[in-house]
T-cell receptor, first 113, second 115 residues
């Protein structure tokens, strides 16, 4: 059974600082996704990571994937208040045509002025 | 604005009521999903439809009954729910089940309260 662990679960940081959220998973996978969720809102797709060494950047967020270590990171650069949200990584079971995502528990990010 | 539309946004129902949640997408996606999300928890998969056929049922109680009338619509029929079923119900779609670079597109959800 695929297990996905995110840490930290809670992150309070000051504006302008850098930090990294980690996502570890337990079995081989060929797809990893990062989502953002604002309170009471839906999930917004941030990044799709498909191969070892994949790195994607959008604004102050950068995501990477190391399939050998079964680890993805979401790096926040020079945080701003607008980045406050819950961030989920989600990993797909590999093999077959069924598409089942296992989500991490989420990281609640609060960026303080 | 989300491209996956869910109605209603909020729903309060008694344990003896029958109600339905509706989801619509016009992106030409052939896979559609129902997720349940409790407060401060990640989404949990309930059902997956692929080309209008039920592909995955994550051992969901029969008081939840999904229906996919066509490739753009997905319903979730609710009957005899329990208070613990109160949650945010999210619909999502993707291009299909095997396109690797196709993330799930989520709707804004229906916040369900069972009294």
């Amino acid at each position: 059974e695929l297990k996905v662990e995110q840490n930290p679960l809670f992150l309070s940081m000051q504006e302008g600082k850098n930090y990294t959220i980690y996502c570890n998973y337990s079995t081989t996978s060929d797809r990893l996704y990062w989502y953002r969720q604002d309170p009471g809102k839906s999930l917004e797709s941030l990044f799709v990571l498909l191969s070892n060494g994949a790195v994607k950047q959008e604004g102050r967020l950068m995501a990477s994937l190391d399939t050998k270590a079964r680890l993805s990171t979401l790096h926040i650069t020079a945080a701003v208040h607008d980045l406050s949200a819950t961030y989920f990584c989600a990993v797909a079971d590999s093999g077959g045509s069924n598409y089942k995502l296992t989500f991490g528990k989420g990281t609640l990010l609060t960026v303080n002025p | 604005d989300t491209e996956v539309t869910q109605t209603p946004k909020h729903l309060v129902m008694g344990m003896t009521n029958k109600k339905s949640l509706k989801c619509e997408q016009h992106m030409g996606h052939r896979a559609m999903y129902w997720y349940k999300q409790k407060a401060k928890k990640p989404p949990e998969l309930m059902f997956v439809y692929s080309y209008e056929k039920l592909s995955i049922n994550e051992s969901v109680p029969s008081r939840f009954s999904p229906e996919c009338p066509n490739s753009s619509l997905l319903n979730l029929h609710l009957h005899a729910l329990q208070p613990e079923d109160s949650a945010l119900y999210l619909c999502a779609s993707s291009q299909d089940l095997s396109s690797y670079n196709s993330p799930l597109h989520f709707g804004n959800g229906t916040r369900l309260t069972v009294t």
